[in-house]
């Protein structure tokens, strides 16, 4: 069972920042929280993601709160190629780890 | 990035025909190769881990006899759907890890392929 838990979708305007959450309230110290998206009839594609600090890259910041049981995957300026669905999987960075996904969240950036 | 390449992008086939999907790891040797299955508005479901040159291991619920899995390279996993029926239609996507010495941590994914079985 995916250890995370997301609204099932969400819309934002064009050019407006997208705030997407996500709970994992029983993470483990060890566990990283990891930001996937799925863009329809395509493979998953990776995002960013963090252990405890905020993240950024070019596509997007990773918000972690202090208690890490929940985090923020923050879109500062989206366009409408960044409707997807949204994974958010927390994972240890273990050779032996798996990611396990979840119905993510379904992000429809409107014009 | 390492970059993962699936071939078919899709394919339509008659039931009771196999067909094969090919995944490639294109820039990295990729140790272990996963397959997943995606059914319409579901999420990814993994169903089996290959590790070069080993068997596979498969997923609870996952017929082993029906979708086989050949990862004989280092870059290269096969998935062969065996005996095709209209239910196997769906969207099949591989992932592949770089070796443990290679920092191996992450997953790569392929775009997936499109199976439609008539």
């Known amino acids: 069972d995916a250890k995370t838990t997301q609204p099932p979708s969400m819309d934002c305007a064009e050019g407006r920042a997208a705030n997407l959450p996500c709970n994992h309230s029983?993470?483990?110290?060890?566990?990283?929280v990891y930001w996937y998206r799925q863009i329809h009839s395509q493979g998953p594609q990776y995002i960013i993601h963090?252990?405890?600090n905020n993240e950024t890259n070019e596509m997007a910041s990773l918000i972690i709160t202090e208690d890490r049981k929940s985090s923020t995957l923050i879109l500062p300026h989206a366009t409408l190629r960044d409707t997807a669905v949204y994974y958010c999987i927390v994972r240890v960075e273990d050779y032996g780890q798996n990611f396990v996904f979840g119905p993510g969240t379904r992000l429809s950036v409107l014009p | 990035g390492a970059v993962v390449s699936q071939h078919p992008s899709w394919v339509i086939c008659k039931s009771g025909t196999s067909v094969k999907i090919e995944c490639r790891s294109l820039d990295f040797q990729a140790t272990t190769m996963f397959w997943y299955r995606q059914f319409p508005k579901q999420s990814l479901m993994l169903m089996a881990t290959?590790?070069?040159?080993?068997?596979?291991?498969?997923e609870q619920g996952v017929e082993k006899d029906k979708f086989l899995i050949n990862h004989a390279s280092l870059t290269l996993s096969t998935l062969t759907v065996t005996s095709a029926h209209p239910e196997d239609s769906s969207f099949y996507i591989c992932?592949?890890?770089?070796?443990?010495?290679?920092?191996?941590?992450?997953?790569?994914f392929g775009p997936g392929t499109r199976l439609t079985v008539t």
């Open positions: 029983t993470i483990s110290g060890n566990e990283y």
């Open positions: 963090g252990l405890k």
């Open positions: 290959s590790n070069e040159g080993s068997k596979a291991t498969y």
């Open positions: 992932s592949a890890r770089p070796s443990i010495l290679a920092g191996g941590y992450e997953q790569y």
